[in-house]
């Protein structure tokens, strides 16, 4: 098992930033990639951001640029730093993680842009 706790949304003005951060715990060995995903009301959650296991990243074309995943595995801490935000980024973000066996999810976070 993987548990994952998110923290850091709220609410920012479009141009903003804002650091999401996903505390990592269990059986963290096991994990292959960690992700950040979004769901914004009325749509389907989608990837924002991958790291694997060995530090490579992936982005959706829609954050290239502003958004970054990282993460600190002393600390069993994964990051999305988020600038530039834009209103069309408001949805609530979940952090992830996968295994070969399954993937986890943490409980999410909400994230509010004003323009």
């Known amino acids: 098992q993987v548990q994952l706790v998110e923290s850091g949304g709220g609410l920012v003005q479009a141009g903003g930033s804002l650091r999401l951060a996903c505390a990592v715990s269990?059986?963290?060995?096991?994990?292959?990639?960690m992700n950040w995903y979004r769901q914004a009301p009325g749509k389907q959650r989608e990837l924002v951001a991958e790291?694997?296991?060995?530090?490579?990243?992936n982005y959706v074309d829609a954050v290239k640029g502003r958004f970054t995943i990282s993460r600190d595995n002393t600390k069993n801490m994964v990051y999305l730093q988020m600038n530039s935000l834009k209103p069309e980024d408001t949805a609530v973000y979940y952090c992830?993680?996968?295994?070969?066996?399954?993937?986890?999810w943490g409980q999410g976070t909400q994230v509010t842009v004003s323009s």
């Open positions: 992830g993680a996968q295994t070969v066996e399954s993937h986890y």
């Open positions: 790291i694997t296991s060995g530090g490579s990243t």
């Open positions: 269990g059986r963290v060995f096991s994990i292959n990639a």
